[in-house]
């Protein structure tokens, strides 16, 4: 059964840092993975999607990489600002089929 | 509409009474999803359609949950009998095609069951 971790569960920066998102996932037999933003009380919005033959895809001041045969995807965020504060959410859909398995979150606070 | 559409955004019932919750996906998205984000649970797949036929019920946390989707387009989540463990948010997507691409959520329904 695939299971996906995120690491840390909450994280609290100054603005301007760059920081990693770190996320695992035990099944390596993916069929791609995505990231995602919540903000507090609202759905969710799609940051990046990597397929399964990918390495990285980048957007803007974010750079996901997947790393498929360690099971492991990390989001950098360049240069981070208050408006990047939310969680962030990681999530794989597998071969078989194309339901999103999602990790618990890390809760971002960029500090101003 | 420009985005995936969700109503209710708010419901709140007695328990053993029956709710829909009812999803626009994005217009010409074949593919629709509907999740569950609990607090202790997090977010949970529920179901998904391709077209007006669901292949993967698997995610269904019993048989009080169904969900129909008619003309390829709107989608509708019931619940019959609602319990307390129901009281979540559920979440809605769509994507282009099934698996390739993207999922654009809704703002979701958050339920409450008193």
């Known amino acids: 059964k695939q299971e996906v971790t995120q690491i840390p569960a909450a994280l609290s920066v100054p603005e301007g840092e760059n920081l990693v998102l770190n996320c695992s996932f035990t099944d390596s037999a993916i069929y791609n993975l995505q990231w995602f933003r919540q903000d507090p009380g609202k759905g969710l919005t799609s940051l990046l999607l990597?397929?399964?033959?990918?390495r990285e895809q980048t957007s803007g001041r974010l750079n996901a990489s997947l790393d498929k045969s360690s099971g492991r995807s990390t989001l950098y965020i360049a240069a981070s600002q208050p408006g990047d504060s939310a969680t962030y959410l990681c999530?794989?859909?597998?071969?078989?089929?194309?339901?999103?398995?999602f990790g618990s979150g890390t809760r971002l606070l960029v500090r101003p | 509409g420009a985005g995936v559409s969700q109503s209710p955004s708010n419901k709140v019932t007695e328990k053993g009474k029956d709710v829909e919750l009812r999803c626009d996906p994005i217009s010409g998205h074949t593919a629709l999803y509907w999740y569950r984000q609990s607090l202790g649970q997090g977010l949970e797949f529920l179901i998904y359609?391709?077209?007006?036929?669901?292949?993967?019920k698997s995610g269904l946390p019993s048989d009080r949950f169904s969900a129909e989707r008619t003309g390829g387009s709107v989608s509708t989540l019931t619940i019959q009998r609602t319990q307390q463990e129901d009281s979540a948010v559920y979440l809605c997507a769509s994507s282009l095609a099934l698996g390739a691409d993207t999922q654009y959520f809704g703002p979701g329904t958050r339920l409450t069951v008193l």
């Open positions: 990597i397929q399964s033959s990918q």
């Open positions: 999530a794989v859909s597998m071969d078989s089929s194309y339901k999103l398995i």
């Open positions: 359609f391709q077209g007006n036929s669901a292949p993967d």
